[in-house]
């Protein structure tokens, strides 16, 4: 395993926590943590009954690492694009309650990240900003729907907003707001208040209550990577 992305052995109570581990870049999304972030979810068994994903240092994440993206063709960067959407089905299909726990920024794909968890904690650190269509890449886009209802997330996009702690909790990117505390207790309550279920049960309950969009999300973002221009487009993002 990477020391970019650092899973625990699992409690007693049957929690894992998935770190992110680069806080010198914000926890971005490098191709190489994404790669030991699928690795990570390959590696939880049945024995798991909730897994917390946090991101290390001041940010939970900083969204899509553009070191060195001019020097990869877009075949590659368009690549890099769907290992994230497929990162974000794994978590949304997963059988086992997620739970994001969120201090600090969690903009672009690391917003969607902590959106496809079925449980988003926040400390009044939290703050949310979904920037792909600034630069044509739709990622993600029908879970913040979802969530938030389609007025809402459309006016989050058009107008690239950064949303605090409270405003996350008051359109759903938050379903709870802590103080600065670890989760250590509120995630083993939430385990506990599961226990009654048995794994069939509980794996039934998630199937069941998140529409599969995984086709759907997958090919709307290759049509929007796969535009001419990403590069450019990218750049002019960057620039701005």
């Not at 899973?7 to 971005?28: F, H, I, M, Q, Y």
């Not at 020097?71 to 994230?84: A, C, K, N, T, Y």
């Not at 007025?151 to 996350?168: P, V």
Request: proline letters at 3%.
């Amino acid at each position: 395993m990477s020391e970019f992305a650092l899973l625990s052995p699992p409690t007693a109570e049957g929690v894992r926590t998935l770190r992110l581990n680069r806080p010198d870049k914000a926890n971005a999304l490098s191709a190489a943590l994404v790669d030991h972030l699928h690795a990570s979810l390959d590696a939880i068994g049945p024995e798991t009954l909730a897994l917390v994903i946090r991101g290390e240092g001041r940010n939970f994440c900083a969204g899509f690492d553009f070191t060195g993206y001019e020097q990869l063709s877009e075949g590659d960067l368009m690549l890099r694009f769907v290992r994230i959407n497929e990162l974000l089905a794994r978590l949304r299909q997963a059988r086992f309650l997620t739970i994001a726990w969120v201090a600090g920024a969690a903009f672009g794909a690391g917003a969607d990240i902590a959106c496809s968890c079925a449980v988003r904690i926040g400390t009044p650190a939290a703050r949310f900003r979904f920037p792909g269509f600034q630069f044509g890449v739709a990622l993600g886009t029908r879970r913040l729907a979802t969530i938030t209802g389609a007025e809402r997330a459309r006016a989050i996009l058009l107008h690239n907003e950064e949303l605090d702690a409270a405003a996350a909790l008051h359109c759903g990117l938050l379903t709870e707001l802590v103080d600065a505390e670890g989760p250590e207790a509120r995630v083993d309550a939430l385990v506990e208040s599961t226990r009654k279920l048995d794994a069939a049960s509980l794996r039934t309950l998630f199937a069941l209550t998140d529409a599969d969009t995984a086709d759907a999300d997958l090919a709307d973002l290759v049509r929007s990577v796969g535009r001419r221009g990403l590069h450019a487009r990218v750049a002019a993002y960057r620039r701005a």
